[in-house]
Each structure stands twice: as C-alpha cells, then as structure tokens.
C-alpha cells in the first residue's frame, strides 16, 4: 500500500520567514496530494491540493510543487503569520481502473511562527 | 451549504463498553470516510463507504465497524473498547464523479471518545 513520510515533525520560524514541508510517497499510482491545517482543538482543513498533470500550484502564500519522477511534493508558505501556526498534513491518494485507493496521510508537521 | 457534521462531539466510555459515532455528509456528497487520530500515529485510515457500501477498509480489527445509509448518512461502530481506541475519529465526505477524478475530502468537526 501508499506510504507518505512527512519532515520536519517541527518548525519553529520567525514571523515573516518561509515555511517548507516536504512529503514522499511510494505509489507510483498516486495522482492527488492534498494539504491540510489543522488547527488546535478544530477539523482538518484543505488548504490547496494538486493534481499530477502540473508541477506547481500557487494560492497567494501558499505553493505547492510536485515531482512525480522523484515521488515527492512540497509545500511553501512565504511571508508566515502566527495564525499560521498549526499542524500541516500531506496526503496522497490514486485513482486505478479498478476503483479508489485510500487517501494517505503522513504523520504531520507542527508549524510554529514566532511573532 | 451546511459541512460535515458528527454526534456526539464528546465521549467518555469504560473499558469493554460499545460506542456508536454518527457523521452527516455534506449535502450532495455519497463518499464518507472515516479516521481515527491520535497523537503518536495521525491520521490513519478506517473505512470508506459509498452508496451503502464499504469500499475500502483500513488495517484496524474487526472491532470497528461502519455502516452508510440511502441519504449517505453513517455510523461506525467500536465494541469491546479498549483504552488505546482513545482518540479523535474524524469522517470525511466527498463527490463521487463518475469520470474517474479523486474528490476532495472535507472533514467534520470530529468525536473525542475517552476509554476508562
């Protein structure tokens, strides 16, 4: 089955740094990798997702880049704010002809941004 | 449109007890997963219903259960608790779309259960 291994488990960063977490998958199937935040005490929350016909997604401060020849995917936020401070899972999920498999998660990444 | 919704929200149970968790999909939405979440493994993978029927199961005893309804409702099911089922459990809905596109999934808020 999938196996998505997420680094660093912690980042501590300076207000108005950049963030980088970096996330490897196995399955050579898998074509969606989401990102989600999760906040303390509240649900997981898609924050962008790419799919693996583009390398790079931008959403204001957030980007994420796939390389599927090396199997991983990033995740870039720039300019980091304290309400950036949360957990950050990766995921990744395949779509085969003979159905669905599971969306993956790696273990997540405690995000801290320091005013 | 309304979010993924879960009941209860909280829940404290003794050992050897049987729990039922409810989850209401987003409007629209025929997929449900559910995950249990703790500190030291994450997320990890129970089940995935669609159309009342389970199409992925994760690597968790038979102990834990699921079932979906005709309006994409769903319940899973933990008998025989043990104080390591203490945990967050989160479900998760999504599209189906026939073209073979992967869905996003949108969570609930979650159920915390505590095994004592």
């Known amino acids: 089955g999938e196996n998505v291994e997420q680094h660093p488990s912690t980042l501590s960063v300076q207000e108005g740094d950049s963030a980088v977490i970096k996330c490897t998958y196995s399955?050579?199937?898998?074509?969606?990798f989401p990102w989600y935040k999760q906040e303390l005490g509240k649900r997981p929350q898609l924050i962008i997702d790419i799919r693996s016909n583009v390398g790079e997604k931008k959403d204001q401060r957030i980007a994420v880049t796939l390389n599927k020849t090396a199997k991983h995917f990033s995740l870039h936020i720039t300019e980091t704010q304290p309400e950036d401070s949360a957990v950050y899972f990766c995921?990744?999920?395949?779509?085969?002809?003979?159905?669905?498999?599971?969306?993956?998660f790696g273990k997540g990444t405690m995000l801290l941004v320091s005013p | 449109k309304a979010g993924v919704t879960q009941t209860p929200r909280y829940l404290i149970k003794t050992r050897g007890q049987q729990v039922t968790l409810s989850c209401s999909p987003i409007s629209g939405h025929r997929s449900v997963s559910w995950y249990q979440q703790t500190p030291g493994q994450g997320l990890q993978f129970l089940f995935e219903?669609?159309?009342?029927?389970?199409?992925n199961k994760g690597n968790f005893p038979g102990r834990f259960s699921g079932r979906q309804f005709s309006n994409s409702r769903s319940e899973m099911n933990v008998s025989t608790l043990e104080l390591g089922d203490s945990a967050l459990y989160l479900c998760?809905?999504?599209?189906?779309?026939?073209?073979?596109?992967?869905?996003?999934?949108?969570f609930g808020p979650g159920t915390r259960l505590l095994v004592l």
């Open positions: 219903y669609f159309s009342e029927t389970q199409r």
């Open positions: 995921a990744a999920q395949a779509k085969r002809n003979s159905g669905y498999s599971t969306l993956t």
């Open positions: 998760a809905s999504s599209l189906f779309a026939s073209g073979g596109r992967v869905e996003t999934q949108y």
């Open positions: 399955d050579s199937a898998s074509n969606y």
